[in-house]
């Protein structure tokens, strides 16, 4: 809205805690505008009014003049530079700083709120600049305390401090008696340092508690040599088609589901939630449920569902075919936020960027995101992904996997903290061959150590378990190479 300015008359605004005269200083006025009372806050250049913000009795604004070039609001009170200034978010919180302090030290508010709190602070940085030492003080809500971030980024580095405030903004702290607190917040001021940089001073007291082996796996010996699992880790694992990869992961959900008690969401997406359901169940019971052989009964089966069903620790996901990353990956948050889901089980990671143009640029994108889920959300990520068809010796007879054999490897190897691969010859002529895993540790990031690393492990017909074994005599552990490592 533009037109002419409102006239107005200063007075005490009392129910805000201000006085006539810091409202006089400041040129901040009450009038009416179409038959309502309004409060006038006027912004001034050159000693002239440029702009004015209108504020309504229901806390709605409107603006004659034009406020994109007004400046900061009490710009024109305090000269060219000083040795502090404090920078508000809105118009009352300014006045309220300056009232504190016996109106006698600068303070300014930006115009528009958070939302163009960094444009105008950009355009007036130069007159800020000239400022020794410079404070902001926005609101203590999310999108004030966003600005504030952003806002320091602009100032020459150690100049910018951010004031914290135990309410919303410094108008609640005077209204409320608080006013101290105001004073105490700009003395506390701490200067600000970007995200992600941080002192010896700050990682102390975690740096210095105890070390502790984290969440074990199913098999004792992957435990021992990566010392478990860590929340923020991402795993993944390769296998030829039908080794076996699908069935060690539902063996590990329910060592961590029911076994460590742990919370666990399941995106088997070219599996059936009653399949998988099934598989899950087997893998607690002793019995392949899935496989109609007569070797178990109901009761078996409604026992291990009911043992589950009662942890409430596993909760699957029906893709019903669709297997877009931004609809599984919002899942995934909400699972994490709001049920408070620690592990995430993927089956598989090739199917997500299966439609797309670009393979590689969209595993690329997933990958990253998948990292930055699992250090946000402080939650464990296992991903199974697809293996290109090797040189020589197939996966499926053998053939040892490399990092280089996984779909997408350039992505999966720079984000994953463990890569694992599984190797198993299905076309063995000794059946005790055909049931033997290599387990290989093909990245290790956290020590380096496991790299390298094979478990045995063996396969029970009978309970559809895997467990760790010694090799048999005429086991080669070594399987042949196809092609040369290049990770």
């Not at 115009?111 to 355009?123: F, I, L, S």
């Not at 009653?274 to 026992?303: M, N, Q, S, Y």
């Not at 919002?330 to 089956?347: P, S």
């Not at 143009?357 to 402080?378: G, H, P, T, V, W």
Request: charged residues 25%; contains cysteine.
């Amino acid at each position: 809205m533009s037109g002419e300015f409102l006239t107005g008359q200063t007075q005490a605004l009392t129910k805000r805690g201000l006085s006539e005269e810091t409202c006089a200083k400041f040129n901040y006025t009450v009038g009416e505008h179409n038959g309502k009372p309004v409060q006038i806050a006027n912004y001034r250049r050159e000693g002239e009014i440029v702009a004015q913000k209108v504020r309504y009795p229901d806390k709605t604004f409107s603006v004659r003049g034009k406020l994109k070039n007004a400046g900061l609001f009490g710009q024109h009170l305090w000269g060219e530079g000083g040795r502090k200034i404090v920078i508000t978010e809105g118009e009352l919180d300014c006045l309220s700083v300056s009232q504190v302090q016996d109106n006698k030290w600068p303070v300014v508010s930006i115009p528009n709120g958070a939302d163009g709190a960094k444009k105008t602070v950009a355009q007036e940085l130069e007159w800020l600049e000239k400022f020794d030492e410079v404070i902001l003080m926005f609101d203590m809500d999310e999108p004030g305390q966003s600005a504030a971030q952003e806002c320091a980024l602009l100032f020459t580095p150690g100049k910018c401090k951010i004031a914290h405030l135990p309410l919303k903004d410094a108008n609640e702290m005077l209204a409320k008696g608080k006013a101290r607190g105001i004073i105490d917040a700009i003395w506390n001021a701490k200067v600000f340092r970007p995200d992600g940089i941080v002192t010896f001073a700050d990682l102390r007291e975690r740096a210095l508690a105890p070390i502790e082996v984290g969440l074990p796996w199913f098999l004792p010996k992957l435990t021992e040599i990566t010392f478990g699992r860590r929340y923020g880790e991402v795993y993944f694992f390769g296998a030829g088609t039908g080794v076996g990869k699908t069935d060690w992961f539902t063996q590990e959900i329910v060592n961590t589901a029911v076994t460590l008690n742990e919370k666990c969401a399941v995106f088997y997406l070219e599996q059936s939630p009653v399949e998988t359901a099934k598989r899950i169940a087997g893998k607690l019971g002793g019995r392949r449920f899935h496989v109609p052989d007569g070797t178990w009964t109901l009761e078996e089966l409604e026992a291990a569902f009911d043992e589950i069903q009662a942890s409430t620790n596993v909760v699957m996901y029906d893709s019903f075919g669709a297997t877009e990353w931004d609809v599984i990956h919002a899942k995934m948050k909400y699972l994490a936020t709001a049920e408070g889901v620690k592990h995430f089980f993927l089956d598989h990671l090739t199917a997500l960027a299966a439609a797309e143009e670009d393979e590689r640029k969209a595993l690329e994108k997933i990958m990253e995101e998948i990292a930055s889920f699992a250090k946000q959300y402080n939650v464990c990520f296992y991903g199974i992904s697809h293996l290109a068809t090797p040189e020589g010796k197939p996966h499926e007879e053998g053939g040892r996997v490399m990092i280089r054999h996984f779909k997408g490897s350039r992505a999966i190897g720079f984000w994953s903290h463990y890569m694992f691969g599984l190797e198993r010859d299905q076309q063995a002529e000794d059946e005790t061959l055909r049931q033997i895993t290599t387990f290989r540790v093909l990245k290790d990031r956290f020590t380096g150590q496991a790299t390298g690393i094979t478990i045995l492990m063996g396969y029970e017909t009978d309970t559809g378990r895997l467990f760790e074994r010694e090799p048999p005599p005429m086991f080669d552990e070594e399987p042949e190479v196809s092609g040369k490592q290049d990770f």
